[in-house]
């Protein structure tokens, strides 16, 4: 992964930060501190019910936080799923 993108991921969530309630701040966090993640990874990771990380995910894209970042094939289930990135600072986003 670039470097440069994770930094500018990392400071862009810094910059909202103070205005995210609870489960939204813990996903935002993880995605921020770890990168890309799926709704399961970020499921097990925090240690909370997928339902409640998937309606954290949809809030954080219609807020304009967090982007599809790329789709993979999930291991387990053996179905693809999209890993969620945060917005970078400088709005450049991957393209899929």
């Given at each position: ?10 400071d ?6 103070p ?8 996903v ?13 990874q ?28 790329d789709?993979?094939?999930?291991l ?11 917005v ?9």
């Amino acid at each position: 992964m670039n470097t440069q993108m994770q930094q500018t991921s990392l400071d862009a969530y810094e910059g909202i930060k103070p205005e995210l309630p609870g489960r939204k701040e813990r996903v935002l966090n993880a995605l921020g501190s770890i990168g890309p993640m799926s709704n399961a990874q970020l499921s097990v990771e925090l240690d909370i019910p997928i339902n409640q990380v998937t309606g954290r995910t949809r809030e954080l894209v219609r807020a304009g936080r967090v982007y599809a970042y790329d789709k993979v094939l999930d291991l387990i289930s053996n179905y693809p799923v999209i890993r969620w990135a945060v917005v970078p600072a400088n709005g450049q986003l991957k393209i899929l």
